[in-house]
């Protein structure tokens, strides 16, 4: 299984960008990058996928570097209610009937007042 | 549209007694999955349902769990005697794979927080 590699957690005052790495240096050329938030006492959430090019939704709006060994997920102004646990999560379509999703321990992200 | 329906959302057992879980997935959705989910973890999948087949439960303690999807739509999840290392959130989620759908979203419900004392 592809690995994804986060930090932790990050901080983040309401209003800012926030900028959420991953790494995924053995990504293969069929993976695509998936990402989901977990908010508070809730199940995880589809936020965004991409295979090379920069995608944008009404949630966020995800990066991917030229060799994807890596990925940023932006929120372009974040509220109290993007506080949540964010996973980054390689998949390859080619697998989907018996692929799963593989979830790390995701970055925590808080947000400020 | 109607989300992931589960049930109960929370329960207490003490070790040893057994417990089930329902999902209801989203109609018309083929595929079902159960996650298993310990404090400060990720989920990780249990067992994995096309329509009423299982596809993945390799992950699945098959002398204590068991799962069942009743005419490719609800299913329940049973853990028969439940031990101390069983407290977690099961999620349940489903979604709608078709050929050429490279998204294959996963639709999660909110989960039942399960304590065995």
């Known amino acids: 299984d592809a690995k994804t590699t986060q930090p932790n957690s990050m901080e983040s005052n309401e209003e800012e960008p926030v900028h959420l790495p991953c790494n995924h240096s053995t990504i293969s050329g069929t993976d695509y990058i998936h990402w989901y938030r977990q908010l508070p006492s809730q199940g995880p959430e589809y936020v965004i996928h991409?295979?090379?090019s920069n995608v944008n939704n009404r949630m966020a709006s995800l990066a991917i570097a030229e060799d994807r060994k890596s990925s940023t997920l932006i929120l372009h102004r974040a509220t109290l209610r993007d506080a949540a646990v964010y996973y980054c999560i390689l998949r390859d379509p080619l697998l989907y009937n018996t692929d799963k999703l593989i979830f790390g321990t995701g970055t925590r992200l808080q947000v400020f007042p | 549209e109607a989300g992931v329906a589960q049930s109960p959302r929370y329960k207490i057992i003490e070790k040893r007694q057994s417990v089930a879980f329902w999902c209801n997935p989203i109609?018309?959705?083929?595929?079902l999955y159960w996650y298993q989910q310990i404090l400060g973890q990720g989920p990780k999948l249990l067992i994995q349902?096309?329509?009423?087949?299982?596809?993945?439960d390799s992950q699945l303690p098959k002398d204590r769990f068991s799962a069942e999807r009743l005419k490719g739509v609800d299913s329940t999840l049973k853990i028969q005697p439940a031990k101390l290392e069983d407290s977690a959130v099961y999620l349940c989620?489903?979604?709608?794979?078709?050929?050429?759908?490279?998204?294959?979203?996963?639709?999660f419900g909110p989960g039942t927080r399960l304590t065995v004392l």
């Open positions: 349902f096309q329509n009423n087949g299982v596809v993945d």
């Open positions: 109609s018309g959705h083929a595929t």
């Open positions: 989620a489903s979604s709608l794979v078709s050929g050429g759908d490279f998204t294959d979203t996963q639709y």
């Open positions: 991409g295979l090379t």
